[in-house]
């Protein structure tokens, strides 16, 4: 009873907030909400959802294969937006796609959230040698565009690991390639937070008591500094998908066992002068409105954070 009284009062609170305030007084914003849980429901439930199972290859008949969509003739009912060259429906497709594109995005980002966060809080805290050792390193690691950084990670994963391990650990791969080619930004921005936030009272009060600094850290600074940091980490999420799918369009994504909203682009891109449109045309579409939405909820969470704004 206990839990549910925190629950329903933390509910309230929220509702009377002026995060919420701001949030129900834009429409766009309510749109963009609603697509994007839509998008992450219908990823998260995809094996359950998607009318036809398109990677069972005893389901597939090529004789259904570059079947165009439902309205349009020569197309049926049972594949609402069209087949590809295999006869999977493109439909089924897109959301078992989406669901890799977005498993790479979160995972990525919760790893580049962890270090940028840890290496930020520490630069900042600690300061002197520590901080200019850990900026230097960022300060290097912007010079390089992070799809190259991604490329050189995952290349070398190539030439370290065999070619069907390295199949099976794509993934992995991949997440570990992003979340170490984006977690400059998170880093920069705690550190400049922190560095303001050590020379408040509370945080003095707390050394004079005798707390351990990295207990200050965590316990105290870190949630100071989350604001900023949420509003990046969603913005990321956006930045993180489209950077899978740029790998998976270029061919050194995910394998083609788990194909992503990037390798069904490539495959489409091969028969869009031949005829076949939908093939590419849905999932770029579904991939844009997706990073859209996460934008838009981004940039509204960064006037919704920001006092100066109310």
């Known amino acids: 009873m206990a839990i549910w009284r925190n629950f329903t009062d933390l509910v309230r609170r929220f509702l009377a907030s002026d995060v919420y305030y701001s949030f129900k007084r834009s429409p766009t914003v309510v749109v963009a909400f609603a697509l994007t849980m839509l998008f992450m429901v219908s990823a998260a439930f995809a094996p359950w959802i998607v009318p036809h199972n398109t990677y069972e290859v005893a389901t597939l008949n ?134 303001v936030e050590k020379n408040k009272e509370y945080v003095q009060a707390a050394r004079v008591i005798g707390l351990h600094p990295m207990l200050i850290m965590f316990r105290h600074v870190l949630p100071n500094v989350m604001g900023p940091v949420l509003v990046i980490g969603t913005l990321g999420l956006g930045i993180a998908v489209l950077t899978e799918s740029t790998l998976s369009f270029l061919g050194v994504g995910v394998p083609p066992t788990e194909p992503s909203l990037g390798t069904l682009i490539r495959i489409g891109n091969n028969f869009l002068f031949s005829g076949e449109w939908w093939m590419a045309i849905f999932p770029g579409l579904f991939l844009v409105i997706l990073v859209l939405s996460v934008n838009l909820l981004g940039d509204w969470l960064r006037d919704a954070l920001n006092p100066k704004l109310r």
């Open 62 to 195: 090529l004789m259904d294969a570059f079947l165009p969509p439902a309205w349009v003739q020569g197309g049926k009912l049972t594949y609402l937006l069209g087949t590809d060259d295999q006869g999977r429906d493109v439909f089924s497709t897109i959301i078992l796609g989406a669901r890799v594109s977005l498993l790479v995005g979160f995972a990525s980002v919760a790893l580049a959230l962890t270090m940028g966060v840890a290496l930020g809080l520490i630069a900042g805290y600690v300061g002197g040698v520590t901080d200019s050792v850990i900026m230097r390193v960022a300060d290097v690691k912007l010079s390089f565009p992070a799809i190259l950084i991604v490329l050189l990670i995952d290349g070398v994963a190539r030439g370290i690991l065999p070619r069907d391990v390295h199949d099976k650990a794509a993934v992995y791969v991949i997440v570990l390639a992003i979340g170490l080619s984006t977690w400059i930004q998170y880093a920069r921005t705690v550190r400049g937070l922190t560095l």
